[in-house]
């Protein structure tokens, strides 16, 4: 089992990746047989291909995710972390809250990631 | 399935009676059935009369629950919030840095709350 640093430090990567716009950072992070549900309550996205096809089509230069707070470990193989990620649109700026589970497979790599927001987290600025 | 607002509203009034010591308050949120997972990883409280045993020992007249942010949403039957925890211990302060995470039931009644926290996220103020 992945240790809580690692986690957490994966989490990081992941945002940092996001946000330098690295696709390939993104998907090594990824098991090939991770689950991705975003939002949880959709119909989850199931292999690395497929999540692949998903981030192509978030990782467009102008979304960020911004941090809020620490990230959370676990006593097991998970950690959470509170976001909110801004994406330009036609001059506006849609800002979504978010909160991310991630479950990390015993390689270190990311089996699931969750991510919680409904319609009542997005806003326009 | 209970609207977004409906578990938001939920979500805060299990931080309003955390912070006013009603344990009943808290349990009135819960399903029957309901399992809490706190941390996650450890083995879950099964059942109202577990969880009224497991909120007995933290409901104590000095933790307080500290919301950070929005509470999120879900697309489904679920909600997600970050937040600290505070409790008075001989002198200092404990914090506990956690986001939880809950599912409802039909009946708007909490199903079950996962708590992410790891060994990394307590420190003493």
């Known amino acids: 089992m992945p240790t809580e640093q690692h ?4 989490m990081q990567s992941y945002i940092d990746c996001f946000n330098r ?5 993104i998907l090594s992070l990824y098991a090939e047989d991770a689950v991705v549900e975003d939002p949880a309550g959709s119909e989850p996205v199931r292999g690395k291909a497929a999540i692949a096809e998903f ?7 102008t979304t960020r995710i911004c941090r809020e ?12 972390m509170a976001v909110h990620i801004e994406t ?7 800002v979504i809250h978010v909160i991310e589970i ?13 991510a919680y927001w409904g319609k009542g987290d997005m806003e326009t600025r």
């Not at 716009?21 to 950072?25: A, K, M, N, P, V």
């Not at 990230?71 to 998970?78: C, M, Y």
């Not at 330009?88 to 849609?94: F, H, L, R, S, Y």
Request: aromatic residues 4%; charged residues 25%; glycine residues 12%.
């Open 102 to 114: 991630m479950s990390f497979n015993d390689d270190g790599r990311i089996a699931s990631m969750t």
């Open 7 to 10: 986690i957490k430090t994966a």
């Open 21 to 25: 716009d690295d696709l390939e950072g």
């Open 69 to 80: 707070e620490p990230i959370r470990g676990s006593h097991a193989n998970s950690g959470a």
């Open 55 to 61: 981030y192509r089509n978030v990782v467009n230069g």
């Open 88 to 94: 330009k649109v036609e001059g506006a700026t849609i």
